[in-house]
């Protein structure tokens, strides 16, 4: 097989005697000397079993097999070197692709503030969002087929690792028709998970499903005090129950930020204490994958963004 580099070589030689029309004069350019370029050229030609050089005219020139040869080499060394600086390309962080996954009401939230400035940046990546559930995007970072997972904790497979975005304060939410609401009552705070237990007895609870991050420590934090609310309905949206909540339909256990979509004035807000249930914004991937540089300028963005993205 013949070498594709030994070939690039003999560009200069074949330039350089078309511009010089000569053979000598083309070894003094390339600083060699005239029978060692004649004897390059001879082999050359024995190898491919064609001539190159037009000797009988002066000055010399390429024969037809000559141009061909010389011209489809230097296509060839472009796309060559394309190939190359494409690569490059692709192993900086404003090239290649970027898969993200999130929940559909977490991505109605943040996407909006990430995906802009990081496309502003990185305009040549091509992102790849998927909306689905807490539990299928754990899997799909542990198979490797998602690069990175923005979400809540809790995080159960132990292979994932997680960097902290943003943390907000839990808060249960009583609505008007509630025998303990207060009228014009301002937020208040509980010390202990087990005070909250006399406003869920005997009264409607309204949850997120078990696939959402944040329902899973909701409910792990309340089997721990014993409390097991009246659950009345599940969805998968948390602005969904808190505009119900606010509706008068039952109490719940929601992220802080979300009482900006409601009218504060229907409601009672206890917030919890951060150290026992939290709203914990994390950006996620598998613990045994290189992180490339597109992921790494992602997370250096969330992370920038920081406490702005539970707003």
Known sequence: MRSFEAD????????????????????????????????KIKQQEDSLGVTLIDRRHHPIRLTEAG????????????????????????????????SIGVTQSLGQKILPLLLPQYHNVYEDVKLTIYEDTSENHENRLIRENLDLYVGILPIYQPDIHYETLATEPACLVIPY?????????????????????????????????????FQR?????LAGQGIIPDNILQSNSLPTIAK??????????????????????????YQLPADKLSYTLVVAYKDTVDLTSQMKAFIRLAKGIGPALLK
């Open 177 to 213: 028709r509630h025998p303990k609401f207060v009228a014009g009552q301002a937020m208040k705070k509980i010390k202990t998970i087990g005070q909250i237990e006399p406003f869920l007895r005997e009264f409607p609870y309204i949850s997120a499903k078990e696939n959402v991050g």
């Open 8 to 39: 690039q070589n003999f560009i200069k030689i074949l330039e350089a005697v078309v511009r010089f029309g000569s053979v000598s004069k083309a070894a003094e350019y390339l600083f060699i000397s005239q029978p060692s370029l004649s004897k």
């Open 67 to 98: 141009e061909f040869y010389l011209s489809n080499l230097k296509r060839l060394t472009t796309q060559y070197a394309a190939v190359y600086r494409d690569l490059q390309r692709m192993a900086s962080s404003n090239h290649g692709q970027l």
């Open 217 to 221: 420590q909701v409910t792990i934090t």
């Open 244 to 269: 119900l909540v606010e509706r008068g339909l039952g109490a719940s256990i929601m992220p802080q930020s979300v009482l900006s979509l409601i009218d504060t004035e229907a409601v009672n807000i």
